[in-house]
């Protein structure tokens, strides 16, 4: 059985940071692209921040210099350190696991930036 399990969420100041983890277990995790998308109320789901298996890193445009991925194979782990937060990240961040055969998601953690 596949599982993502996020963390971290909360509920933040702007200028503010939190920091998300996901831990993966089901899946051979090294074979695995790793991803952070995000979903506000009454809009689609937006990639965010992407780990490819190959080591490729990608961003949206809007969080470049303030997000940063990482990633540990050994730990099954991806995380998403926020800074500068505004609120427009308010949104459920997911974590993501895609491979050319299937993708997992998690069940989302809520990110609130507010004053």
């Known amino acids: 059985q596949v599982q993502l399990v996020e963390s971290g969420g909360g509920l933040v100041q702007p200028g503010g940071s939190l920091r998300l983890s996901c831990v993966a277990s089901?899946?051979?995790?090294?074979?695995?692209?790793m991803g952070w998308y995000r979903q506000a109320p009454g809009k689609q789901r937006d990639m965010v921040a992407r780990?490819?298996?190959?080591?490729?890193?990608n961003y949206l445009d809007s969080v470049k210099g303030r997000f940063t991925i990482s990633r540990d194979n050994a730990k099954n782990t991806i995380s998403l350190q926020m800074n500068s937060l505004k609120p427009e990240d308010t949104a459920v961040y997911y974590c993501?696991?895609?491979?050319?055969?299937?993708?997992?998601w998690g069940q989302g953690t809520q990110v609130t930036v507010s004053s």
């Open positions: 993501n696991a895609a491979s050319f055969a299937d993708q997992f």
């Open positions: 089901g899946i051979i995790f090294s074979n695995y692209h």
């Open positions: 780990f490819t298996r190959a080591g490729i890193i």
